[in-house]
């Protein structure tokens, strides 16, 4: 496990509490090694007992697979979609993918991811528009149908990760320049980049790809105006996510976005924005002690389950994976509604346990005439 397990057994960090949406945010943040647990997960606490009850009892009840009573059907690695010709809609499932696999169901993380993205358009419609229109269902956004552009828009503010598309993983490896941005000699792992970086891959079906802004344009996934623009409103909105992730006590680490054209040509952010799912989130308290003591940051992102499964297999080659225990599952979970509250000073809604969440799903979008 990380260097959370390095910790003194039982002992506390309590995190900066911050204020968010005007409120003071309720939870705070202990961490405990768990040393009498086999797989060592740290516990975060913070969250409600009457969550947490409902994270282990909700275990069986996750949102794995939609078949809904709406036209073309897409499976995507979280989310299926549904094409209502100008508009679509998105089902965020429980679905935790990773190394571009199918690892786990994770209780209420569809819904929590789908309303973190949602307060996030919210908060950033100044800086670019978004296709959002309504969410019908604690898992479900309505959107307006844009034209995707075949890219991932990665934007960076440290030198991290441990996937094959990281830049630590380049940058250990010899590369200095990755993806059109140059990064000098001696730095270390969790380093802060100089300035926020755009590391873009490709948007592939299996496998995305690191690409230049000049090889985008150059292939035509992108007008050179458009790289301008969109890269542009990447960039400030990652800003403006870091600035709102520091008033919380959280560095905003790195994260993905995707744009897309609509039917008048107007450039949106669609998909999701500052989820635990497309970004890395690191406590901000503690990071600059712990780094400067060669210890990895503190995180509340996916990435301790990222590594379970790196030290206990190959993910990107292994036919089978072994299966992630309940209590790395819950924590998970917790950990995503711990995000959550923090960052909109919102209580996690629990749902009503007793209905299948296919059910809702359906009896939500028949209210709202979708179906
Ligand atoms: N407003 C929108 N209009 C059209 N397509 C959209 C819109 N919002 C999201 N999508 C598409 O819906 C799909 C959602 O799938 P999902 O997020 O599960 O996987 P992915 O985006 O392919 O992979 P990942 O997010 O892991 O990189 C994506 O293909 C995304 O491009
Ligand atoms: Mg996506």
């Known amino acids: ?23 003071r945010v ?16 740290e516990s975060i606490s913070g969250v409600r007992q009457e969550v947490v009850e409902a994270i282990a009892q909700a275990r069986h009840n996750c949102l794995t697979a939609t078949n809904l009573p709406l036209p073309n059907r ?25 190394f571009d696999r199918l690892l786990a169901s994770v209780p209420f993380k569809g819904q929590v991811l789908n309303q973190t993205a949602a307060w996030w358009f919210q908060q950033t419609s100044h800086i670019v528009p978004n296709a959002l229109l309504s969410l019908p269902d604690p898992n479900v956004a309505l959107m307006k149908k844009c034209a995707v552009f075949p890219v991932e828009f990665v934007c960076r503010g440290f030198m991290t990760g441990s996937t094959d598309t990281s830049l630590w993983t380049h940058y250990k490896a010899g590369a200095r320049s990755y993806c ?5 000699d001696g ?26 802004p000049r090889e985008i344009v150059e292939q035509g996934l992108m007008t050179q105006q458009e790289w301008d623009t969109v890269s542009a409103a990447a960039l400030r909105i990652f800003a ?16 993905k976005y995707e744009f897309g054209k609509d039917a008048d040509g107007t450039i949106h952010i669609i998909d999701e924005v500052h989820t635990p799912d497309s970004s890395r989130y690191w406590l901000a308290d503690t990071y600059s002690a712990r780094h400067a003591a060669g210890l990895e940051p503190e995180n509340i992102d996916k990435e301790f389950l990222r590594l379970w499964f790196r030290q206990r297999c190959d993910p990107y080659n292994d036919a089978v994976l072994p299966e992630a225990p309940a209590e790395l599952v819950c924590e998970l979970s917790k950990r995503y509604v711990y995000l ?16 299948p969440i296919n059910d809702r799903i359906v ?3 028949r209210k709202a005439g979708l179906c």
Do not use: W
């Open 1 to 23: 496990m990380q260097s959370l397990a390095k910790r003194p057994p039982c002992s506390t960090a309590p995190a900066r509490v911050g204020t968010a949406c005007g409120r």
């Open 26 to 41: 309720r939870a705070s943040l202990v961490i405990r090694a768990q040393t009498a647990s086999s797989n060592h997960v």
């Open 74 to 98: 897409r499976q995507g690695k979280v989310r299926d979609t549904y094409d209502l010709g100008d508009r679509v809609v998105i089902v965020t499932t429980d679905r935790q993918s990773a």
């Open 180 to 184: 059109g941005n140059s990064f000098p």
């Open 187 to 212: 730095m270390r792992k969790n380093d802060r980049l100089a300035a926020n970086v755009i590391t873009p891959t490709t948007k592939a079906e299996d496998h995305d790809v690191p690409i230049s």
């Open 240 to 255: 403006f996510g870091q600035a709102e992730a520091a008033k919380r006590g959280l560095l905003l680490v790195d994260t």
């Open 340 to 355: 959550y509250e923090r960052i909109t000073g919102r209580d996690f809604q629990v749902p009503d346990l007793a209905t």
């Open 363 to 365: 009896d939500n979008l």
